[in-house]
């Protein structure tokens, strides 16, 4: 028997005596936790223990088409790769106990692109190729996870924080449902030309809210509901034989019926309605309704967005603001990720600004000065969790500088009652003052382009921090023209300052992610904490909303949501789909924990904070972070290749 022959057999050896203890082993880690007893076994029985010395390869490039599979049982393996410039090597990645390598190579037949190294004393359980294919064909678990990796891991994260909800809440559909599951019975339809008396009885015969008009096509070309019919009846010159055309809301707003709840949820949210058309192919197929939509969800984001919208008093605001917390927890019951929430949290947050500035000027008066209300940082890029403070600013138009002032002059003592109230409402005021009751903050559209032109020209450090909380600027209140044009003016001068772009990329670099060589994660302590923990937003979540703010306005995108930005830069080849994927995932899955601590937080009556100890998470989510800051990581790495830094 050869040296090899006799590693081989001892290493099979080592297995079969401790089968049980194997299979204990493997499943306190996913995907094999989730497994069949008996694919699990199969797999236990075709392995190998084998032992790697402090810097040995595991296997490299060089080796050619990979040849096994292999989960670290002890230690922990890094993963260098040849940097494309120069002789050095980066280390890409670090795998340790229960985590297993190099799927993508095995699946392609190829050769690994990356070295594994054993950074420690180390040992692996080794599967041989055929023994992985069996097991990749009897286990559809493994095949998924083989197949999507981190992603199936996600997906069971979100199966245990939708299980968690739905066992306090209760669930029938999910906010993913397919709008055409919910649209039970056939649309109430007429022509333009039926009285408005016939349609009105109609709808009370069939029992409904709402009677779509379609042409002779079946399209769709207005709607009337029981809000349009109190207005005919508030109107005495109103004429019920009158054709249903003269009174109908034309235009209906219409989904597919492969749109999800969710899709229908924001749109009523943003424009104010409460049914939604579904067509296909552009015939009328299906109506859901606010009633439709939420009866069964238990979910009544509509309701609570006019109820914000209509409030008569501060107090009632300040009052709702803590329905939205609820509104989270509900939302999670039914499968709504946290890009969703964060966009709906944004979004009755941009309603609860309106609202309180209208009460504001129907307190105060209207200073007959038009002007926009600008939002800057998370609710710019439409990113706002239950924690966040202010950060916006006044947009006028004004002349020359003399007219300039004494418009600033008249606005504000407004903006500042605004910000007031806006405290009150749970909005935080900003510490570092950048709130539109400053005077550098309250400026004509000249005077903003002239500070963002100065932001780009003189690159210093306090104008590098301007440039990330403004340049994600976005109007919620007043004509949007003025800050789309700005925007697009930010555009044309970064795509031409490619210094400018460079010290971007070095402070998008300032913020590392706190994950190390030699241990899982980089942790600090914070004042008078007991135990070290890391930053979900600053370490976590700032260093692909840096990376990719930069990228995006280096290439003329006009998006300002974090993920938006993402795709929009794979779709235009600036980075790998692939990359963008993973980038996006990661990014969900750290936004998806702050949420839950942000959650857990509120219901402790806790002050809320960004800062976690991984050891308070499980096995699954602290690996899935670990991953989410790597490719972080990742991002930066890129940056610092493209910028030369």
Not at 317 to 327: F, M, N, P
Not at 437 to 446: D, F, Q, T, V
């Amino acid at each position: 028997m050869s040296k090899q022959d006799a590693y081989e057999q001892a290493g099979k050896t080592a297995v079969l005596q401790n089968i049980q203890g194997m299979l204990q082993f493997l499943q306190r880690f996913p995907p094999f936790n989730q497994m069949e007893h008996g694919h699990l076994a199969y797999l236990v029985e075709q392995c190998q223990l084998r032992f790697y010395a402090s810097g040995e390869s595991i296997v490299k490039p060089s080796d050619g088409p990979v040849t096994h599979f292999f989960i670290v049982k002890q230690g922990r393996v890094v993963g260098e790769r040849q940097q494309a410039v120069g002789p050095d090597t980066e280390t890409t990645f670090e795998i340790t106990t229960g985590e297993c390598f190099p799927l993508a190579a095995l699946l392609g037949e190829r050769a690994t692109r990356t070295e594994h190294l054993a950074g420690e004393d180390t040992f692996c359980l080794q599967l041989n190729k055929a023994a992985f294919i069996r097991v990749f064909s009897l286990s559809e678990v493994f095949r998924d996870f083989a197949l999507r990796g981190v992603s199936s891991l996600l997906d069971q994260v979100n199966q245990q924080v939708r299980q968690r909800a739905v066992e306090t809440l209760g669930t029938q559909y999910s906010l993913n449902t397919p709008l055409g599951e919910l649209a039970m019975r056939h649309p109430v339809v007429c022509a333009a030309e039926l009285p408005v008396r016939e349609a009105v009885r109609q709808m009370h015969e069939q029992q409904v809210g709402s009677i779509v008009i379609i042409d002779a096509q079946r399209t769709p070309s207005g709607i009337f509901t029981l809000r349009d019919l109190r207005q005919v009846v508030a109107d005495p010159a109103a004429e019920l034989d009158a054709p249903i055309a003269r009174y109908m809301t034309a235009t209906p707003f219409c989904l597919s019926a492969q749109a999800t709840a969710f899709d229908a949820a924001l749109a009523m949210t943003e424009r104010h309605i409460a049914h939604v058309c579904l067509v296909d192919e552009q015939r009328l197929c299906g109506v859901v309704s606010e009633r439709d939509l939420f009866s069964l969800q238990r979910v009544d984001l509509v309701h609570l967005a006019r109820t914000i919208r209509q409030a008569g008093r501060l107090d009632t605001l300040v009052a709702l603001r803590g329905e939205i917390g609820q509104l989270v927890e509900r939302m999670l019951a039914h499968g709504a990720s946290s890009t969703q929430i964060t966009q709906i949290v944004t979004l009755l947050n941009d309603h609860t600004v309106c609202r309180v500035i209208e009460l504001t000027l129907a307190e105060h008066g209207d200073p007959g000065v038009p002007f926009t209300w600008l939002c800057f940082g998370s609710e710019g890029r439409r990113e706002q969790t239950l924690y966040t403070d202010q950060d916006n600013g006044i947009l006028f138009e004004a002349g020359e500088a003399d007219e300039a002032q004494r418009i600033r002059g008249q606005l504000l003592p407004l903006a500042r009652q605004i910000n007031q109230s806006l405290a009150r409402c749970g909005f935080t005021l900003c510490t570092g003052n950048v709130m539109a009751g400053n005077p550098e903050l309250c400026l004509s559209r000249k005077e903003w382009a002239r500070r963002f032109a100065g932001f780009i020209r003189e690159a210093s450090p306090e104008n590098l921090l301007g440039s990330t909380i403004y340049f994600d600027l976005r109007a919620v209140w007043g004509d949007e023209q003025g800050c789309e044009q700005l925007r697009q003016g930010i555009l044309a001068q970064v795509a031409d300052n490619r210094l400018f772009q460079r010290m971007l990329a070095e402070n998008a670099l300032r913020q590392r992610p706190p994950v190390g060589r030699l241990r899982d994660f980089v942790l600090t302590r914070q004042g008078n904490d007991k135990a070290a923990t890391l930053d979900l937003k600053v370490q976590g979540l700032t260093p692909f909303v840096d990376g990719a703010r930069l990228l995006a306005l280096a290439h003329g995108i006009s998006a300002n949501n974090t993920l938006e930005r993402l795709r929009q830069l794979a779709r235009r080849g600036v980075i790998e789909p692939l990359d963008a994927a993973a980038f996006e995932e990661a990014y969900h899955f750290i936004q998806q924990t702050r949420m839950q601590q942000h959650q857990r937080q509120s219901r402790d009556h806790q002050p809320y904070s960004n800062r976690l100890d991984p050891d308070s998470l499980n096995h699954l989510d602290r690996r899935i972070l670990r991953e989410s800051l790597r490719q972080a990581q990742r991002l930066q790495s890129s940056l610092a290749l493209r910028y030369q830094l």
